[in-house]
């Protein structure tokens, strides 16, 4: 968490402890996680991300392994479908649960027709209509979904199973507290 805070002292927070305890149960040096970070970091400097989030997709690669210029161009080829089919994912925490849907090895094709199903099927949902979850809350909870939809019915190691269910469980308590900081600064402007 140090090293991370020493690199981007303005985008690390609190909310990159949990992050930070992941790593370290993993085999690599902090020095090389460091880096690893910081690579695909830079790799996403012009995605339409916002800043605190790509620290946050950075974080996730480098929990596994594999190629981080495959895992980033896969999101990149996953957010292009989406847009292609007239959906637009959110650049913001929502962006954590579709980090660990793209860790898991499935095509990009059948993921986002997946993600249009489910989209489909929570729309005429009781909480997301007028006053409810937005259009691209709606498509992260449709990644969330899927992550634990895809883990649970193949044959991914229990490891990365595991590690997606947890990240898909951090983006939910990232969205809860940006929901809550939304919602103060809105009390806290009315009166």
Not at 142 to 165: C, D, H, K, Q
Not at 166 to 175: D, F, G, R, T, Y
Request: glycine share 6%; net charge negative; hydrophobic share 45%.
């Amino acid at each position: 968490y140090k090293l991370m805070k020493k690199e981007h002292p303005f985008i690390t927070g609190s909310e990159d402890s949990i992050f930070a305890i992941l790593l370290a149960f993993s085999d690599k040096k902090d020095e090389e996680i460091v880096a690893d970070v910081e690579k695909i970091f830079k790799e996403l400097k012009e995605d339409d991300i916002e800043t605190n989030c790509k620290q946050t997709v950075a974080l996730i690669f480098s929990l596994t392994e594999g190629d981080y210029l495959e895992k980033c161009n896969k999101l990149r080829d996953v957010l292009a479908e989406l847009k292609r089919n007239d959906r637009k994912y959110s650049p913001y925490h929502e962006m954590g649960a579709l980090a660990g849907l793209v860790l898991l090895p499935v095509d990009t094709h059948t993921m986002v027709q997946d993600m249009l199903e489910v989209d489909e099927f929570l729309s005429d949902k009781k909480d997301y209509g007028f006053l409810g979850f937005t259009k691209k809350e709606r498509l992260s909870h449709a990644a969330m979904i899927l992550s634990g939809y895809y883990s649970n019915n193949n044959n991914f190691t229990v490891e990365v199973g595991s590690l997606v269910s947890v990240i898909a469980l951090i983006a939910v308590q990232e969205a809860a507290l940006f929901g809550a900081i939304a919602a103060g600064v809105v009390v806290g402007a009315a009166h």
